[in-house]
Protein backbone atom coordinates (compact mmCIF):
# COMPACT_ATOMS: atom_id res chain seq x y z
CA UNK A 1 0.00 0.00 0.00
CA UNK A 2 1.60 3.64 -0.89
CA UNK A 3 1.96 6.09 1.77
CA UNK A 4 3.00 9.71 1.02
CA UNK A 5 2.89 11.40 4.79
CA UNK A 6 3.97 14.98 4.77
CA UNK A 7 5.04 16.99 7.77
CA UNK A 8 6.66 20.18 8.14
CA UNK A 9 4.06 22.82 8.36
CA UNK A 10 2.76 25.23 10.70
CA UNK A 11 2.43 28.99 11.46
CA UNK A 12 5.00 31.08 10.20
CA UNK A 13 5.79 35.14 9.90
CA UNK A 14 6.19 36.83 6.70
CA UNK A 15 9.51 36.18 5.77
CA UNK A 16 9.89 33.13 7.56
CA UNK A 17 11.24 29.75 6.08
CA UNK A 18 9.65 26.68 6.43
CA UNK A 19 11.00 22.95 5.21
CA UNK A 20 8.55 20.29 4.45
CA UNK A 21 8.97 16.78 4.22
CA UNK A 22 6.66 14.06 2.55
CA UNK A 23 7.96 10.61 3.30
CA UNK A 24 7.07 7.94 0.55
CA UNK A 25 6.81 4.05 1.50
CA UNK A 26 4.97 1.28 -0.17
CA UNK A 27 6.69 2.08 -3.91
CA UNK A 28 10.07 2.13 -5.30
CA UNK A 29 10.61 5.73 -4.64
CA UNK A 30 13.53 6.30 -7.37
CA UNK A 31 10.89 5.35 -9.87
CA UNK A 32 8.89 8.39 -8.76
CA UNK A 33 8.53 11.56 -9.95
CA UNK A 34 7.51 13.81 -7.21
CA UNK A 35 5.50 16.98 -6.76
CA UNK A 36 4.05 19.41 -4.32
CA UNK A 37 0.48 21.21 -4.39
CA UNK A 38 -1.25 23.72 -2.41
CA UNK A 39 -4.82 24.84 -2.12
CA UNK A 40 -6.02 27.19 -0.24
CA UNK A 41 -9.11 28.05 1.32
CA UNK A 42 -11.84 28.87 -1.67
CA UNK A 43 -9.40 28.28 -4.06
CA UNK A 44 -8.47 25.35 -7.25
CA UNK A 45 -5.48 23.51 -6.58
CA UNK A 46 -2.17 24.49 -7.57
CA UNK A 47 0.84 22.74 -9.04
CA UNK A 48 3.76 24.49 -6.68
CA UNK A 49 6.99 22.38 -7.74
CA UNK A 50 8.02 19.05 -9.14
CA UNK A 51 11.01 17.40 -9.36
CA UNK A 52 11.84 14.53 -11.63
CA UNK A 53 12.87 10.72 -10.60
CA UNK A 54 16.76 11.46 -11.60
CA UNK A 55 16.31 14.61 -9.53
CA UNK A 56 17.87 16.10 -12.72
CA UNK A 57 14.59 17.86 -13.27
CA UNK A 58 12.82 20.24 -11.31
CA UNK A 59 9.77 22.86 -12.16
CA UNK A 60 8.43 25.40 -10.21
CA UNK A 61 5.46 28.14 -10.29
CA UNK A 62 6.38 31.01 -11.13
CA UNK A 63 5.28 32.63 -7.77
CA UNK A 64 7.57 30.62 -6.02
CA UNK A 65 10.65 30.74 -8.06
CA UNK A 66 13.60 31.86 -6.21
CA UNK A 67 11.81 31.46 -3.15
CA UNK A 68 11.16 27.34 -2.64
CA UNK A 69 13.54 24.41 -3.91
CA UNK A 70 11.91 21.25 -4.42
CA UNK A 71 14.77 18.23 -3.68
CA UNK A 72 14.87 14.52 -2.59
CA UNK A 73 16.75 12.20 -1.17
CA UNK A 74 16.09 8.47 -2.68
CA UNK A 75 18.06 7.07 0.43
CA UNK A 76 15.43 8.66 2.71
CA UNK A 77 12.31 7.93 0.30
CA UNK A 78 11.72 11.76 1.26
CA UNK A 79 10.77 14.70 -0.96
CA UNK A 80 11.43 18.44 0.50
CA UNK A 81 10.48 21.85 -0.19
CA UNK A 82 12.07 24.38 1.17
CA UNK A 83 10.27 27.45 1.47
CA UNK A 84 12.24 30.88 1.99
CA UNK A 85 10.90 34.29 2.01
CA UNK A 86 7.16 33.07 2.81
CA UNK A 87 4.13 35.34 1.83
CA UNK A 88 0.75 35.52 3.10
CA UNK A 89 -0.53 34.60 0.00
CA UNK A 90 1.41 31.19 0.18
CA UNK A 91 -0.86 30.26 2.80
CA UNK A 92 -2.46 26.66 2.18
CA UNK A 93 -2.81 23.44 2.64
CA UNK A 94 0.63 21.71 1.04
CA UNK A 95 0.47 18.22 -0.53
CA UNK A 96 3.27 15.87 -1.98
CA UNK A 97 1.76 13.47 -5.04
CA UNK A 98 3.92 11.00 -6.96
CA UNK A 99 3.92 9.51 -10.56
CA UNK A 100 5.82 6.52 -12.00
CA UNK A 101 8.38 8.41 -14.20
CA UNK A 102 11.42 5.99 -14.75
CA UNK A 103 12.40 6.51 -18.09
CA UNK A 104 10.66 9.03 -19.14
CA UNK A 105 11.72 12.32 -19.94
CA UNK A 106 8.19 14.54 -19.42
CA UNK A 107 8.10 16.26 -15.86
CA UNK A 108 4.85 15.42 -14.94
CA UNK A 109 3.82 19.06 -13.51
CA UNK A 110 0.07 18.53 -13.64
CA UNK A 111 -2.66 17.25 -10.66
CA UNK A 112 -4.20 14.93 -12.77
CA UNK A 113 -0.99 13.56 -14.09
CA UNK A 114 -0.37 12.32 -10.34
CA UNK A 115 -1.16 8.83 -9.33
CA UNK A 116 -0.69 8.92 -5.14
CA UNK A 117 -1.33 11.54 -2.75
CA UNK A 118 -0.96 12.30 1.10
CA UNK A 119 -3.01 13.72 3.43
CA UNK A 120 -1.40 17.38 3.49
CA UNK A 121 0.02 19.38 5.81
CA UNK A 122 -1.05 23.21 7.00
CA UNK A 123 1.22 26.08 6.14
CA UNK A 124 0.29 29.44 7.30
CA UNK A 125 2.26 32.52 6.57
CA UNK A 126 0.66 35.46 9.38
CA UNK A 127 1.48 38.93 7.70
Known amino acids: QVQLVESGGGLVQAGGSLRLSCAAS????????MGWFRQAPGKERESVAAISWTGGKTYYIDSVKGRFTISRDNAKNTVYLQMNSLKPEDTAVYYCAAKFNRGRSVLPVRGYEYTYWGQGTQVTVSA
Open 26 to 33: GLTFSNYA
